[in-house]
């Protein structure tokens, strides 16, 4: 494990340019626990779904810039969303394996005088906080969470495929439930735990996308959750803002609050729910914040 | 007629950089997890793409009245944790994706995903509104990219004929 002073901050577009409030949770967590981070003028990181699909070696390009930001300063970088994160690790990867690839590559970021070297790493902030130990995660709570039980979603690009990533078990992750469970909170058992929430098929066609979203919804409800834990905002979004959608498919109530693990935190650590801006969650969570007491 | 297209093979055979694709024996254990199949009683199959592409049937890939086929995958590559053969399933589908955008035959989200990255160098442009909540919630402001730099490699990388700009 590198020790790291501080990290270069990759909020992603997605995060920072569309769902801020996240990056607020995040913040705040991050400060209490001494996390330091700065910013960068980073590009989009590219999407590992979409862009790679259009074309690998801009896909490539693209990474590798933004890894060259980072790397000026001999900073690691510290991730938000599992997109970004499987983007700029991947790409870190293959460079580094691939000496003809990485040639390709910096042949096209001479261009723009840079160069690709292969010295930082990068993490995702559910290995940056699970690193830091969960002792010094627990002393930090003030609002034990006991009772809450929630579905834990760590999604697919946190973890998969497991030779590049190496962050989790691929198929059982355990990081995300027992930062879960530093809370108080209680994870739940569910069939499936490992199942997709189903956006990247949703961006061709939505009937698979909301089936796939609401086995999800299905089964988390079934084993007792009261609302499904996230750490990627493409997982967010696809739960929260087309909770609705994948109600109507199933012709089902859902009704389940989708929570990023920093909100979850945060919430523990006492740190208002106004401070993070929960009300720009479309499914509602003032029902469960009351019954657990959670202002 | 059948017909093989040893180009197709090729292609994904040199750009597949773990070079297992020979290896398929074809056990579909691919398909028994992917969360595609599962939703389109089959529609989606990856077994079905690998085999056409390590056999070359280009035909069977590509300009089919959906493209549902290739671009049905959510990429949540759980098919490569648990091929036994270790087949980069995903790998491969990028290359027939790629492929497939070069021919014209890409879904439009995808395109023009890519052209908004390459006219604002994020895939989701700031909006003033946006500006303005994270000013609210106290979050500093997000540093532009270099609009020009990036244009200039993706130039380098032919993104700008491929997407037709
Ligand atoms: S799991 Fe692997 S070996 Fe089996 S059919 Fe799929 S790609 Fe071929
Ligand atoms: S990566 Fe694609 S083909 Fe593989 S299991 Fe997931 S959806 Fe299916």
Redesign the pocket.
Known sequence: MAKVDEYKMFEGCTIGNRIPFIEASARKVFDKLGIKTSEGPFACCPDPVGFNSVDHSSWLAMGARNLTIAEAEGKDIISLCNGCFQTLKAVNHELKHDEHEKEKINKILSSIGKEFNGSINVWHFVEVLYNIGLEKIKENVTHELSGLKVACHTGCHYNRPSEIMQTDDPMKPVKLRELVAATGATPVDYEEEMLCCGAGVGNIEEEPSMQILANKFSSAINAGAEAIVVICPACFQQMDTNQKKAEKQANKTFGVPIIYLTELLALSYGIKSEEIGLKFHRSRLNALLEKHGIK | MVSVDFELRKKVMDAHIKDTLK?????????DVCPVSKVTDGRYD??QI??NSFLGLKEAIFNQESNFNLWGCTICDT?DE??????G?TEVFAVLRNMSITMEEGPEYYTSQASTIYDSGKAIPMQTAIERRRDQLGLPKIEPPNIEEVQKILNETNLNKILKK
């Open positions: 290896y398929c024996y074809q056990c579909a254990r691919c398909t990856p077994r690998i085999l098919c648990v091929c036994p053969q270790k087949i399933l």
